[in-house]
């Protein structure tokens, strides 16, 4: 099978007022995540075979030794395999359908499994890139690369591109909409004034903004402020989740946010959920990287 490296152009031909126009539509696959399934693909359909010919040739006793004990092992290895590959497809059948399009008036983002998101350029403020380095960090778990507008984003999920796709891709975001990269960044938890939980967030320190915006649901912007509008930027006591210990810091921007530098991971294990939290942050580093921005 062969992978397209390159971004598909897509044509769209409206009739206006009598006239044909053209309309000329970029598409990005996830060639990334789809190679992975492939090779998964490959691997279980081999699986199958070997497991389920040795389950035949042993339950009709066309093998010249007796492996009767055998028969039951890959009779459940053969039906992993099955059951594997079958997911695969219907993965690879979700990818096939998938990808980012880029066109005149609006971006488009389709990803298995998630709704349909979309935004029109007029809406766009910029797009955000964390780079390289957070996702391996992140072992691609978090993703790179947002499209903000003033109240929402949507998330292009760039990790499922290999690098040359992303750097392509963002080459032609840029003609739309700024492509910036931020000073610092980390996942945290918004508070307000009172302690009380307002989000599970992603935390941007650009050149001369801050931005703060939800990680999940429904992708809400919560602030995104010049430097020069905050006040009262200080590290405070920290919170505690059992014996974790993760640092805070406050500032005041119409009205005062609490940033608790600790982040809280849900798992859905399919009989409940599950969640870990982990520690995102320095508050002293934060402080004293916004105040010298600040200042700059």
């Known amino acids: 099978m062969v992978q397209l490296l390159f971004p598909v152009a897509e044509a769209r031909v409206s009739a206006i007022g009598g006239l044909m126009n053209t309309e000329h539509i970029m598409r990005y696959r996830f060639t990334s995540h789809t190679r992975h399934l492939i090779l998964l693909t ?13 389950a035949l040739l042993i339950g009709f006793r066309l093998l010249p030794i007796n492996l009767d004990g055998l028969l039951l092992p890959a009779y459940i290895i053969a039906m992993c395999a099955v059951a594997i590959l079958l997911l ?3 993965l690879q059948y979700g990818y096939a359908h998938s990808g980012v399009w880029i066109e005149s008036d609006k971006l488009r983002v389709r990803f298995p499994g998630m709704d349909e998101q979309e935004m029109a ?14 996702l391996l960090a992140s072992k691609g778990k978090e993703g790179v690369g947002f499209l903000f507008g003033e109240r929402r984003y949507v998330r292009l999920y760039l990790e499922g591109m290999i690098p040359e796709q992303r750097a392509q891709f963002e080459q032609v ?5 700024p492509v910036r990269r931020p000073l610092r960044f980390t ?20 050149d001369d903004t801050l ?20 006040d009262s930027i200080k590290q405070r006591a920290s919170f505690y989740v059992g014996n974790l210990e993760c640092e805070a810091f406050t500032f005041r921007y ?34 004293e990287a916004i105040e010298k921005r600040k200042d700059s």
């Open 42 to 54: 490959i691997i279980s359909a081999v699986v199958v075979v070997i497991a389920g010919s040795m």
């Open 88 to 90: 695969v497809l219907v």
């Open 121 to 134: 350029w007029s809406e766009a403020l910029f797009a955000v890139d964390e780079g390289e380095a957070y």
């Open 173 to 177: 975001l840029a003609e739309h909409v």
């Open 187 to 206: 996942l945290m938890t918004l508070l307000n004034s009172k302690g009380e939980l307002v989000a599970r967030g992603r935390l941007y320190l650009f």
């Open 211 to 230: 931005l703060c915006a939800e990680n999940r649901g429904e992708k809400r912007i919560f602030l995104y402020a010049s430097l020069k509008d905050l």
């Open 254 to 287: 119409r009205k005062e946010h609490v940033i608790m530098l600790g982040y809280e991971t849900t798992f859905n294990r399919g009989i409940g959920n599950s969640s870990h939290w982990s520690v995102t942050g320095n508050a002293a580093e934060w402080v």
